[in-house]
């Protein structure tokens, strides 16, 4: 081998270094990523339905399975608003769902099963309102909707 190959190796295994390095540093990442998606699914659903719904919503734990197309998800529960008894418009002890990976990218999604277990709900009257009625106001109105216009009970 000449000198000149010697040299031009270099450049090459160096880049091959880089090259294999970016990769292992990309498996790691979207293991984590993969490992901690449950737990993101998790938040995002407790913080999303609470904002929405304006009343403190909990999931004990969320399992996305995302090769399979299925989610799960136990001890849901939905509080009831302000103005009403302590308790919860909705308790879910276990839901199922899977739907059809393909029809993700499509415009309608196929859902091939939905398996609610345990479910109650809770509807309280106080006046003219219940707490129902409160929560699909609040959803209505959407998340970005300012607290003083959230839905109380009795309010017009």
Same mark, same amino acid.
């Given at each position: 081998?000449?000198? &000149?190959? !010697?040299?031009?190796?270099? +450049?090459?295994?160096?880049?091959? *270094? /880089?090259?294999? =390095?970016?990769?292992? @540093?990309?498996?790691?990442?979207?293991?984590?990523?993969?490992?901690? @998606?449950?737990? /993101?699914?998790? #938040? !995002?659903?407790? *913080? &999303?339905?609470?904002?929405?719904? =304006?009343?403190? $919503? $909990?999931? #004990?734990?969320?399992?996305? !399975?995302?090769?399979?197309?299925? @989610?799960? @998800?136990?001890?849901? #529960?939905?509080? %009831?608003?302000?103005?009403?008894?302590?308790?919860?418009?909705?308790?879910? !002890?276990?839901?199922?769902? &899977?739907?059809? /990976?393909?029809?993700?990218?499509?415009? $309608?999604?196929?859902?091939?099963?939905?398996?609610?277990?345990?479910?109650?709900?809770?509807?309280?009257?106080?006046?003219?309102?219940? %707490?129902? &009625?409160?929560?699909?106001? %609040?959803?209505?109105?959407? +998340?970005? #909707?300012?607290?003083?216009?959230?839905?109380?009970?009795?309010?017009?």
């Amino acid at each position: 081998m000449d000198e &000149g190959e !010697g040299k031009a190796e270099k +450049p090459r295994r160096r880049a091959w *270094k /880089i090259i294999v =390095g970016i990769a292992v @540093l990309l498996l790691v990442v979207l293991a984590a990523v993969v490992a901690s @998606l449950d737990r /993101i699914a998790e #938040a !995002g659903l407790e *913080k &999303g339905a609470t904002a929405a719904l =304006g009343v403190e $919503t $909990t999931v #004990a734990s969320l399992d996305v !399975g995302v090769l399979t197309g299925s @989610l799960s @998800l136990e001890e849901m #529960a939905v509080a %009831n608003p302000d103005g009403f008894p302590r308790g919860h418009l909705l308790k879910l !002890g276990r839901a199922d769902m &899977g739907l059809q /990976i393909s029809s993700l990218l499509s415009d $309608t999604v196929l859902v091939r099963r939905i398996i609610l277990e345990e479910p109650i709900v809770t509807i309280v009257g106080k006046g003219l309102e219940t %707490n129902l &009625g409160t929560i699909l106001k %609040n959803a209505e109105r959407g +998340p970005d #909707a300012p607290d003083e216009e959230k839905a109380e009970p009795g309010a017009a």
